[in-house]
């Protein structure tokens, strides 16, 4: 099961409170269709600078690995506040831990709701009813 102190979104972002802000990063389903399970398939992430001003399901950067490049889409609406810049760098902390350390922005919400996105029991339920 994945973590239930997040949010989720159908293009396989997760959103976490984490005090006045809130992380933003991929769930293990997205790094999995990335990379095949294969860490090093990963080759690109590009994050966007502290300061951006961000709408609800605008795209904030985007993923490469060998055979597909993703879209990164911000779940709500809010300014960018810090990258994580040793994800960018260091595309391997995704495949190990996308859950904590493998967070890639932090932004200062412009709404606290989240009502609209999925619990983790719902996300379950949304892939399960999407496998190819």
């Given amino acids: 099961m994945r973590p ?14 984490d005090g006045e802000t809130m992380l933003i990063g ?4 997205a790094v999995a269709e990335l990379s095949n399970g294969n860490e090093g398939d990963l080759v690109y992430c590009d994050l966007p600078e502290a300061g951006r001003m961000l709408d609800a399901g605008e795209t904030f950067g985007e993923i490469e690995s060998v055979k597909a490049v993703a879209d990164l889409n911000t ?4 300014e960018v506040v810090e990258s994580n810049m040793a994800t960018e760098e260091h595309l391997e902390i995704l495949s ?18 989240l009502d609209k996105l999925m619990d983790a029991a719902a996300y379950e339920k949304f892939l399960a009813a999407h496998k190819h």
């Avoid at 239930?4 to 409170?17: A, L």
């Avoid at 779940?75 to 809010?78: C, L, N, S, T």
């Avoid at 922005?105 to 606290?112: E, F, L, Q, T, V």
Wanted: charge should be positive; charged fraction near 30%; avoid cysteine.
């Fill in 26 to 29: 991929i769930t293990d389903f």
């Fill in 75 to 78: 779940p709500i609406a809010g």
């Fill in 4 to 17: 239930n102190d997040r949010r989720y979104t159908e293009t396989h972002e997760w959103i976490k409170p």
């Fill in 96 to 113: 190990k831990d996308p859950w904590n350390q493998g967070w890639l922005i932090r932004i200062r919400p412009n709404a606290k709701s």
